[in-house]
């Protein structure tokens, strides 16, 4: 493709009401008390965050999601709408709703409170209508997304972001080989080239591992490596940097760039997530307009 803005993404996954708490280090596990740095709520989910990016971005894009007609549902239906994510939420008993422990060097335990009722025949045929004219589908893990790959008869690309992936984890199995794309952390690897090796003979043509703030790789199916430094900037939380990467890689490969210069896209788009306690700076807007 050589124009992004006419290609059609659908994302599908979570998106979440978090609570996010910064610490000075994460809790040793024996009673004590912490003070917090800060605390704020505010819209979280890797698909959300993904959306929010490729719409900053240009992207004709919606996100399907699992929503209840609770208030944290209707707080992520008007954040992201305000944001102008194009969203398809389908029903659920309950929104998911995480406790995230932060440090400023970007360690995290996320507590998930409530996630969402399993998804319905319904809401799976909705959805792969939506499917049947996108050229890009990004498949976040989820029960959702498993269900979808397993019913699989549309054609678009599959991306998929496994993130803290081992290589060994039969739930991530299917995502694996049924994605063109892979993208991953290194945080349970002490070797990424080797991980992205081992993806690749599942069948993906491209894998990509970010590394924090050694930048990232990618290897793709001729076994060609490629290396991209991180983007020099003010850091105000690791949160949803990924998610902003994958975006921005995304975008760069739908408008003909090759992976070197996808990369420099998505380590350029990071950025946006890293100098803002939200998914994606629009939210600080959002938000604390609300809170006003």
């Keep these: ?3 992004p803005d006419a290609a059609r993404v659908i994302v599908v996954g979570p998106a979440s009401w978090n609570h996010l ?43 399907h999601c699992l929503l209840g007609q609770d208030d944290d549902g209707r707080r992520i239906r008007a954040a992201l709408a305000e944001a102008g994510v194009r969203l398809h939420a389908h029903p659920s008993t309950r929104t998911e709703r995480h406790v ?4 400023s060097a970007g360690e995290r335990v996320s507590i998930y409170v409530d996630v969402p009722s399993p998804s319905t025949n319904a809401v799976h045929e909705t959805i792969e209508r939506s499917l049947a004219s996108a050229d890009v589908a990004i498949l976040d893990l989820s029960e959702l997304g498993s269900t979808l790959i397993e019913r699989r008869e549309w054609a678009a690309a599959v991306w998929v972001d496994l993130h803290d992936y081992d290589g060994r984890s039969r739930f991530h199995e299917p995502f694996v080989r049924a994605a063109d794309v892979v993208f991953m952390n290194a945080d349970r690897t002490d070797d990424p080239w080797a991980l992205l090796t081992a993806c690749l003979t599942r069948g993906p043509r491209v894998a990509v591992c970010t590394l924090g703030a050694q930048g990232a790789i990618a290897l793709d199916h001729a076994g060609h490596r490629y290396t991209v430094d991180a983007v020099p900037t003010d850091v105000v939380d690791t949160n949803g940097a990924g998610d902003a ?10 408008a003909g760039a090759d992976i070197a210069m996808s990369l420099s896209a998505g380590a350029k788009q990071a950025t946006a997530a890293l100098q803002t306690m939200h998914l994606h700076p629009s939210l600080d807007v959002v938000l604390s307009a609300r809170e006003r």
């Design 245 to 254: 990467f994958m975006a921005g890689f995304l975008h760069a490969n739908l």
């Design 21 to 63: 708490i910064e610490l000075d280090q994460l809790p040793e596990p024996t009673p004590h008390m912490q003070f917090a740095r800060r605390s704020l709520h505010t819209v979280g989910g890797t698909s959300a965050g993904k959306a929010l990016h490729l719409r900053d971005l240009g992207v004709d894009v919606e996100l």
């Design 1 to 3: 493709m050589t124009d």
């Design 100 to 103: 995230n422990l932060m440090t």
